[in-house]
């Protein structure tokens, strides 16, 4: 789901170009938790940028966190910031018709999975 959002984030945004790496912090985002490792013994075995992983870990310095950062504020309601992160991506579309997008597509793809 995170993955899908930031990529149809990127999509919509300056980040366009970046939509693939972006793509892979939402879908990495939560392996610590998965795989129930630290982040970094989990990266010194993945072949993942240093921006990729600057981003999951929320750095800042990371040139793709303000998409993630949005990302994170959107799944937790983070109303003001994410008025904040909008203004800041500069991105135009309805924040809430992009995030259905994603949920659809998450949607169809567990559905494909399962048959």
């Known amino acids: 789901m995170r993955s899908k959002f930031a990529e149809l984030l ?35 075995q ?22 993630y950062k949005l990302v994170i504020d959107y799944e937790m309601g983070n109303w003001e910031e994410i008025d904040k992160d909008i203004k800041s991506l500069k991105i135009l579309r309805n924040i809430p018709d992009i995030y259905i997008q994603a949920v659809k597509t998450t949607d169809d ?6 048959e």
């Open 10 to 44: 990127a999509e919509k945004s300056s980040y366009k170009p970046k939509k693939h790496e972006l793509a892979l912090v939402g879908l990495f985002s939560m392996i610590d938790v998965l795989l129930q490792k630290p982040l970094d013994t989990i990266f010194s």
């Open 109 to 114: 793809i567990v559905k494909f999975i399962k």
């Open 46 to 67: 993945l072949r993942i940028s240093d921006e990729v992983q600057m981003a999951i870990k929320l750095d800042s310095k990371s040139e793709l966190f303000p998409i």
